[in-house]
C-alpha cells in the first residue's frame, strides 16, 4: 500500500499522559499536515511541514502540542498532558504541492479517547 | 480566514436517485475546491476536486460546478447506489484547508 499510513490507528490513555502519534507520508511528497477531527465536524488544520520546515500553526494547538517532521520524510506528533478534550481522530495527510493547487491525501487516522 | 458552510447536514435518497450537496466559502482568493467521501472509521478519500479556473468537472456519476462571483460550489451524485452512502466534505483551499461540517448521504435500496 503506497497510500499514507498512521500509527498507532487507536489509542486509549489516561488524562495527564503523554501520547505520541506516527504518520508516513506518500513518498515522493513534500507537503504533510495534521488535522483534528471531533464527532460530526469536519476536519480542522493543526500544523503543515514543507519537507522538515513546519510552516504553519493554529492558534488550535496548544503549547501541549507539538510536532516534527526531522528529515522530511515521516512526522509525529505528540500531545503533553492529555485532557479529555483531546479525545478526537488525528488525521494526517500529504500532498505534493507543486503549484498553486494543491491534492491532500488523508491517512486512515489515529483515534484517542483520554479518559 | 476563510469560512465554509455545508447543506444540508443529513441527505436521505432513493436508490438511483440524485442528491445534491452544496457549499459556501467567504474567502475570493480560495482557488481550489475538493469533496471527500468519508466512511465509517476511515480517513477521508478524495472523490473530485474542482479549481477556480473551471466551472464544472464531472467524473463518471459525479459532478462538481462552482459559482465563483456567488462564492458557492455544489457536488452532484447521479443514480445513486447503497456504497455512495457516506459522509461527504467539502473544503476550500486559501492559505490552508477549510472543510465544511459535512453531509450524511444515506442511499435506501
Known amino acids: 500500500d503506497t497510500g499514507v499510513s498512521q500509527d498507532p490507528r487507536h489509542k486509549i490513555t489516561k488524562r495527564g499522559q503523554n501520547v505520541t502519534f506516527r504518520c508516513d507520508p506518500i513518498s515522493e511528497h513534500n507537503r504533510l499536515y495534521w488535522y483534528r477531527q471531533t464527532l460530526g465536524q469536519g476536519p480542522e488544520f493543526l500544523t503543515y511541514?514543507?519537507?522538515?520546515?513546519?510552516?504553519?500553526k493554529s492558534r488550535l494547538l496548544s503549547d501541549r502540542f507539538s510536532a516534527e517532521r526531522p528529515k522530511g520524510s515521516f512526522s509525529t506528533l505528540e500531545i503533553q498532558r492529555t485532557e479529555q478534550g483531546d479525545s478526537a481522530m488525528y488525521l494526517c495527510?500529504?500532498?505534493?504541492?507543486?503549484?498553486?493547487?494543491?491534492?491532500?491525501?488523508f491517512g486512515p487516522g489515529t483515534r484517542l479517547t483520554v479518559l | 480566514g476563510e469560512n465554509v458552510e455545508q447543506h444540508p447536514s443529513t441527505l436521505s435518497v432513493q436508490e438511483g436517485d440524485s442528491a445534491v450537496i452544496k457549499c459556501t466559502y467567504s474567502?475570493?482568493?480560495?482557488?481550489?475546491f475538493p469533496w471527500y467521501k468519508q466512511e465509517l472509521g476511515k480517513g477521508p478519500q478524495l472523490i473530485i476536486d474542482?479549481?477556480?479556473?473551471?466551472g464544472e468537472k464531472k467524473d463518471q456519476r459525479i459532478a462538481v460546478t462552482l459559482n465563483k462571483t456567488a462564492k458557492h460550489f455544489s457536488l452532484h451524485i447521479t443514480e445513486t447506489q447503497p456504497e455512495d452512502s457516506a459522509v461527504y466534505f467539502c473544503a476550500a483551499n486559501g492559505d490552508q484547508f477549510y472543510f465544511g461540517t459535512g453531509t450524511s448521504l444515506t442511499v435506501i435500496p
Open positions: 474567502d475570493s482568493a480560495s482557488n481550489y
Open positions: 495527510a500529504s500532498s505534493l504541492a507543486l503549484g498553486t493547487y494543491n491534492e491532500q491525501f
Open positions: 474542482i479549481r477556480s479556473n473551471v
Open positions: 511541514f514543507q519537507n522538515e520546515a513546519q510552516l504553519e
